[in-house]
């Protein structure tokens, strides 16, 4: 149940790039909504902000109140900006705090959802616990999260905490996990990316702009060669050549 504690320099560098994409995108955001039931003028929170593009995206296309928090000052601060900027700053707001402990009453939120987020961290029971605990009675908990398709290697798990810190679960593993943190009508659906899909989404929460500039920003950081990032391209490249073979990812909900 538990995993690894984050690797903050896998964080740090995401923040300083601007690239907090998860698996799905767009594509995936949308089903999670559809998911949890979410409707106009609800109250949201989502854990884990990363760069604000699922904040924005249900304050525009669904016009809800959405509260996001992340472990991540940085990221806080960078989607904080990105709301602004869309003009959605005053349906929402954003703190750090983590998810084992969420700063908030109970039964506060019409739906709690996160997006790659619970992969990262430690305990995941807890987590769920409290995004249980926050959420209104009949209203729905939603992830989106890496998925493991069959058992993984040694070498895929190792990739996968020595680069991120994370330890993604399989269908089972998720739906289990909900289930014993108190919530009931558990549905979960897994999806099998690929390298052509998984560029797209990248695309699309992105934007080609968007793209362009934390494209440059990460080779700016290469020409500098920073011991932070020669130590971060040691442990990520090159990854294993079949991990797509295990890894998908799952949207999963259940109702309180």
């Known amino acids: 149940m538990n995993t690894p504690a984050k690797d903050s320099t896998y964080?740090?560098?995401q923040a300083m790039w601007g690239i907090t994409n998860h698996i799905g995108g767009l594509r995936a955001t949308r089903m999670l909504v559809r998911a949890c039931g979410i409707r106009e003028e609800d109250h949201v929170l989502v854990v884990g902000c990363g760069n604000g593009k699922t904040i924005i995206h249900l304050a525009k296309q669904h016009r809800c109140r959405v509260m996001s928090i992340d472990i991540s000052g940085d990221m806080v601060e960078l989607a904080r900006k990105r709301a602004a900027r869309e003009g959605v700053a005053g349906q929402t707001e954003f703190h750090?705090?983590?998810a084992q402990q969420l700063p908030f009453a109970d039964s506060e939120f019409d739906a709690v959802i996160c997006e790659s987020v619970n992969s990262f961290v430690p305990d995941k029971l807890k987590a769920m616990q409290e995004y249980h605990r926050v959420v209104r009675p009949g209203r729905r908990v939603g992830i989106n999260e890496v998925t493991w398709l069959q058992p993984p290697t040694p070498k895929i798990v190792d990739y996968f905490i020595d680069t991120m810190g994370a330890c993604p679960l399989d269908a089972e593993g998720w739906a289990d996990?909900?289930?014993t943190a108190g919530l009931g009508d558990v549905t979960r659906r897994v999806f099998r990316p690929n390298m052509l899909t998984m560029w797209y989404d990248e695309l699309q929460q992105m934007g080609i702009t968007g793209m362009f500039v934390s494209w440059a920003r990460f080779f700016l950081s290469l020409l500098k060669w920073s011991p932070e990032l020669r130590r971060f391209v040691r442990k990520t490249w090159p990854?294993?050549?079949?991990?797509?073979s295990y890894m998908g990812y799952g949207i999963y909900t259940g109702t309180k």
């Open 177 to 179: 996990i909900l289930e």
């Open 96 to 98: 750090v705090a983590d």
């Open 239 to 244: 990854p294993p050549w079949n991990i797509l």
């Open 11 to 13: 964080f740090s560098l």
